[in-house]
């Protein structure tokens, strides 16, 4: 096999960020302004195509021939921008640096790979104002004669360092690629890839009168909105956190000093017996719907057939190897609460907003329940909805080989009333539906499984049921004790992660076989599927703990909060957390590839979730059965892990 290294820069009226790729290199005055690309080890070739110069001969064979992989950094904007322009080249070709670099646990940024792994030729910083220069449109002015675009003869030199900065871009995906030559990615990875870009390719139908009614509501009810605010309190911006606080505070005699969406409903009800406070606090919470702007994204990112494309990076979380979501952001809709979600959202689509405050009273609340409901099917189909039943406990329970729970997954799988039982010594007859022994069971369920203590409790709200610290405390125990081999396999993978650190070398740990190998630049723990997570530059420090010092795993990764890349520190609750999520993630992918093999037309995965398009024929519920029991198929890796999946059609999104 040969290698061919492609970078290209480009041209179009449309945003990029905001729009995002698709829609980007739709737009009718698309074009490629230069391509840049080295076959193997060979000199970088710059081709200037806005100056008239044509692609080689040699270029366009490696181009076309299966023998060559095409590489690139987020590879679909080369595969789409080179379709765009009738070279057609299949997604299994095209080999992506950024996924690689996630897949090792580096950043998937080309600049932040490049100074991590500190290339030779990184890429340049030149490129921000040239970009914005040539590949953007430009604002008219009498200096540069009423033109809204920049070509290369109004700035020659500039348009030399553009085309530098594209050489260098070339030079560090080969070097990304040689450093990082000796970590394949597995064959079922590659297989997972071309289906991903087959979805993003597919895209997402939106229902436009629906996004742009909710948008014209929200214009509308939010000036009503800011006319009682003002109204009430007489300020220039009741939106304005430090002025609403300053007139709360005046108002209350208490520090008022944040209006954050948590803190809201707590200071609501404290000041209940105070009906001008309590109404600015409604009308402030009201204005502080967010929701709104996924209605832009859809309008703004839809393409001219009601599709928004590329939601989905592959590889986007690179520890777990879970998707991250584009433009829309899918993985964080508002959930829809109301029995009857067909009224409002007719009323909605209708612009009808005087009905909708009547009937629901909040108005933004109702917009923001609706919006996974613009994501719809098309005519004469319907969407198939199915996700997995509780699947990280699921593969907790498998990978810690904890059989009371595998027995209640391989039965009727209500895990909070077994657990309730277990922990509160209590027949399970005694944990009903709305029982407080289940709520505590749930609570303790979904924080304690990743060694999780009092502020797991708290986070996942045990103050708000009113739990006291002393309670949750015991809730924790209690959970413990019911699960000693989850315990027990936090203790056993820190140990063997860090025995893998201390020695560099393999170490085999837990009844599933998890390989932890480390070399001098990172740590992997290889799953049963096969594929590895990554931490890089793995060492053992000291880290503060209370009053004395332990010994601590650290590794280098990107903080969630900055974004910036740093030593983190990790131990052996938050690895079972990467592990379990990351077979979660394998499973999901299991799936993904069966549906897409057996000719699901999958557009959409959230989480645990999957959505297809099938035919709305008479067929659909037999063909939705077999979807589910596709789903419910475990891999030969985990053959004895209990699956099961399950779901709903409509012809609209939403959360049944």
Known sequence: MNDIFIDIETYSSVDLKTCGAYKYIASPDFEILMVGYAINDGPVISVDLAQGETLPEEFEEALFDPNYR??????????????????????EEWYCTA????????????????????????????GKALIKYFSCPCKPTKVNGGRTRNYPWHAPEKWEMYKEYNRYDVLAEREIHYKLLQYDIPVIERELYTVDQVINDRGILIDPILAKSAINIDEEYSEVLMTQARALT??????????????????????????????????????????????????????????IKKYYAMINCATPDNRVRGTFQFYGANRTG?????????????????????????LVRARDWDTVEMLYDDVPDILSQLVRTAIV??????LAVCDFSAIEARVISWLAEEDWRMDVFRGDGKIYEAAGARMFNVPISA?????????????AELAL????????????GGESMGLSDTEMTSIVRKWRDANPKIVELWAEVEDCAMEAVRYHRQVIGTSRDLIFDCNDEVLTITLPSGRALFYRNPQIKEKAKGRTTIK????????QETKQWTLLDTYGGKLVENIVQAIARDLLAFSLINLHKAGYAITMHVHDEIIAEIDYDGSEQETYNQMAALMGQAPSWASDLPLNADGYLTKYYKKD
């Open 449 to 460: 499984g990743y060694q999780g203590h009092l502020g797991a409790m708290k986070r996942m």
């Open 234 to 291: 007489h300020l220039d911006n009741p939106k304005s956190s430090p002025q609403m606080c300053k007139w709360l505070s005046s108002k209350t005699g208490d520090s008022i000093t944040s209006l954050a969406k948590d803190v809201l409903p707590g200071l609501i009800k404290q000041y209940s017996n105070n009906p001008d406070v309590k109404e600015a606090l409604i009308l402030r919470q009201k204005l502080a719907k967010s929701s």
């Open 99 to 126: 996924v690689k670099a996630a897949y090792t646990g580096l950043p998937l940024s080309l600049d932040q790979v490049s100074k991590v792994l500190d290339l030779q030729d990184k890429k340049l910083d030149t």
């Open 552 to 559: 601590s795993l650290f590794y280098e990764g990107l903080n």
């Open 70 to 91: 095409k590489h690139a950094h987020n590879a679909v904007f080369e595969r789409l921008s080179f379709k765009r322009i009738g070279y057609d080249v299949p997604a």
């Open 322 to 346: 879970r998707w991250a979501g584009r433009l829309l952001q899918l993985q964080n809709l508002s959930k829809n609460h109301l029995d009857d979600i067909d009224t409002p959202r007719d």
């Open 431 to 443: 944990i009903t539906k709305t029982s407080p022994l289940r709520q505590k069971a749930k609570i």
């Open 377 to 382: 099917a098309p005519e004469n189909k319907i």
